[in-house]
């Protein structure tokens, strides 16, 4: 994968770590670099040289003591500099062309404006809620383009108000790379390391300490001079050692050498790094429960008093000085490896970016796609692929082709990809696409909860618009509507858990041609008829005829008004989807054809070249014109001064698909021969099936349209 990472700017990602964000941003980028991964880091000038940077704000005014900014006259100040840093890098972050973004920053800009980049991005949230991140992720979760992460159970509590399907990575460390000390220094002291600031509570670590009898020894740097003058310093004796800001070998020492590691957050502490290095020491903790402590310490790690209880907290001190070291090591070795972490995100952002396991899984549906024709079943084992593969979700919120994004070319390159393996499968899927981009433009944001999350889960969905003839009429009176009749062509019709079906009501609310979501498992399997498919091909498709009668539907059920099915530009529009499954089955002939001459040694012959240049010419025709529909429906999809130009290009593009496939069909056979036409030779079932799937309704009347359009226009334009 090529992967952005974007760090925070508060101090460079260097060490020592200022703190554990600057630690995971280290690790996390050397990791994912040294699994192979193209990753570029943005982050200040004065980061480490060891890992690929691209600085996006200087650290010349970086004070490395006190770990501010120094105020300079005629510099902005930090905030304004980091607003802007953010925001240069936003506005030209696509053009890295990146597969995913990895947000680390805690900061507002890259979550306010990742509703109008492509590339899809994951924001861990690294701390508890506050103001500027609060009104960011607010108003990102009207219009859902973000996976976020957190580090622990808690914090996702914490964030649980603004964001309800946050994923949960606990944070990881390099256990090998902290030495284990069996034994503590025989003279004894407790241990307290982290940033000096009011959030952490130095101040009941060392009263504590003091109630307790033991000495404490303190390693960080002051990132609060008011907090350690007024609060710290005063309680400063022979019994308390201020040590600075220590290296890891430094800490390592220290740590291992204490009886036990004081750890007293006076915040919603999110995870606690500090406590995964004390315990990899084989140092026990005593500390506050609050925030994720209770999460991280288990039982036989360590002691939790109540937060800013200092007698409480003593009284833990002198119990965990007790504990075995030995178990205390192996709970984090078991635990908290940082290479369990790195694979965790390594997935996420694999999925995020659309790649788990999904070229994988299109070989495999090829592969099986003869035997699938030859079953005339339901393609479960494909779709179970697909699912797996993360295929059903891809165009949710936040996933790769999100649909809240301008991804239209590269949805059409995946279902030409799609349809590459196999026809039937790319029909069936371009259905569930459909469905759920019609839910995308037209469901409240109760029905798109619901709905997305049935997807996200794995559900398939489907649409059905081809009316039996005994057609959907909604029968009844208001909130006790059922369904009368049937539809046809139901691809997928014994797999497809929610059908979104058209059909005619009339009655005191509603009146006209309704959309509705049908749970299918809530119609009986006699009601679905099988042998109402007898095709030559697309025989996988299971497009069975499906009797709706006596469903009882609900308000929730409905999606948008009547007629609002038919609204343009997305009605026609559409066509361009099932033309890019279409034209993967093209592409898929002229690959097997190829195969098949070479097979033969017959790739030399000159007459063969010529049709293989022509079907290979016509194929990269089809593959430019779906590119630039795509490119097209994005840029005038919200334009309606454009809408009658975005569906006679989409007409254009459904009519010269089909006609490049009949021409690669035509060649292909004339490069065969009559075994392009014969079982078990694959071509067959891939003539048969492409064959099939070309004949879309009204053919004649799109060529019409698209007459009529450029005849009104060049009329208009020379009057």
Wanted: charged content about 25%; some cysteine.
């Amino acid at each position: 994968m090529k992967i952005g990472i974007i760090a925070h700017l508060k101090h460079p990602i260097q060490l020592p770590f200022k703190g554990g964000l600057e630690a995971f941003t280290y690790h996390i980028t050397k990791h994912l670099s040294n699994l192979g991964h193209e990753v570029i880091l943005f982050a200040s000038s004065g980061s480490s040289s060891e890992l690929p940077i691209k600085p996006i704000l200087s650290d010349k005014h970086y004070d490395n003591k006190t770990g501010l900014r120094k105020k300079v006259k005629d510099l902005p100040s930090e905030y304004v500099a980091e607003h802007h840093a953010y925001h240069t890098l936003m506005s030209t972050i696509d053009d890295y062309q990146f597969d995913v973004i990895f947000n680390n920053s805690l900061h507002y800009v890259p979550i306010t404006m990742a509703g109008m980049v492509k590339t899809p991005m994951v924001t861990v949230l690294h701390t508890p809620p506050f103001y500027e991140m609060e009104l960011a992720v607010s108003q990102e979760r009207k219009k859902p383009v973000i996976n976020y992460v957190t580090v622990s159970n808690q914090s996702k509590k914490n964030w649980s108000k603004l964001i309800d399907d946050c994923h949960v990575i606990p944070n990881g460390i390099d256990i090998n790379s902290w030495k284990f000390h069996k034994k503590s220094d025989p003279k004894t002291y407790a241990c307290w390391f982290g940033r000096i600031h009011p959030d952490k509570g130095l101040h009941f670590a060392i009263a504590a300490a003091k109630l307790a009898g033991i000495k404490l020894k303190i390693a960080g740097g002051i990132a609060d001079q008011k907090y350690f003058d007024e609060q710290v310093y005063p309680l400063i004796d022979d019994s308390i050692e201020l040590l600075g800001l220590f290296d890891q070998t430094q800490l390592n020492d220290l740590i291992g050498g204490a009886s036990v590691c004081l750890v007293t957050p006076v915040w919603e502490e999110p995870f606690g790094l500090v406590l995964v290095e004390s315990m990899a020491c084989g140092t026990p903790v005593a500390g506050f429960a609050t925030g994720a402590l209770p999460e991280v310490v288990a039982e036989g790690t360590g002691f939790l008093a109540d937060p800013k209880d200092v007698e409480g907290l003593a009284e833990a001190i002198v119990k965990a000085r007790k504990l075995d070291r030995q178990a205390i090591r192996a709970y984090a070795e078991a635990n908290f490896e940082i290479k369990d972490m790195v694979d965790k995100y390594q997935r996420l952002l694999e999925e995020v970016a659309g790649l788990t396991g999904i070229d994988a899984a299109l070989k495999q549906i090829a592969a099986n796609a003869k035997q699938s024709d030859n079953d005339q079943k339901s393609p479960t084992k494909e779709f179970d692929l697909l699912r797996k593969a993360g295929a059903l979700k891809i165009t949710l919120p936040g996933a790769a082709l999100d649909f809240n994004k301008k991804n239209m070319a590269a949805l059409l390159t995946f279902l030409k990809d799609v349809g590459k393996a196999n026809l039937s499968v790319g029909r069936i899927y371009e259905g569930h696409i459909n469905a759920l981009y019609l839910i995308h433009l037209y469901a409240t944001e109760e029905q798109k909860h619901v709905w997305f999350e049935e997807a996200r889960s794995g559900m398939l969905f489907g649409i059905w618009n081809t009316q039996a003839a005994d057609g959907i009429q909604i029968t009844g009176r208001v909130k006790q509507r059922k369904i009368k009749g049937s539809k046809t062509f139901c691809s997928g019709a014994a797999i497809v858990k929610r059908a979104l079906i058209t059909g005619n009501v009339d009655d005191a609310e509603r009146k006209g041609w309704q959309m509705m979501i049908i749970d299918m498992d809530k119609i009986p399997s006699r009601s679905i008829d099988s042998n109402s498919w007898k095709p030559m091909g697309m025989k996988a498709s299971g497009s069975y005829k499906v009797d709706f009668s006596g469903y009882k539907l609900v308000d929730s059920e409905l999606l948008a008004k009547p007629g609002t099915y038919l609204t343009q530009p997305y009605f026609n529009g559409g066509a361009i989807r099932f033309a890019a499954v279409q034209l993967g089955g093209a592409e898929t002939i002229v690959e097997h054809t190829i195969e098949y001459l070479n097979s033969l040694g017959r790739t030399d012959d000159p007459f063969q070249k010529t049709r293989l240049a022509n079907m290979v010419t016509q194929l990269h025709t089809g593959l430019q014109w779906l590119e630039q529909a795509g490119k097209n429906y994005d840029t005038w999809v919200d334009d309606p001064n454009k809408f009658e130009d975005l569906i006679a290009f989409a007409n254009m593009t459904r009519v010269v698909v089909e006609e490049i496939s009949l021409v690669i069909m035509s060649d292909s056979n004339r490069c065969v021969g009559a075994r392009g036409l014969m079982a078990p030779y694959e071509l067959e079932r891939l003539n048969r099936d492409l064959t099939f799937y070309l004949r879309q309704p009204a053919p004649d009347a799109t060529r019409i349209k698209i007459a009529e359009h450029f005849i009104t226009q060049f009329t208009q334009q020379n009057a």
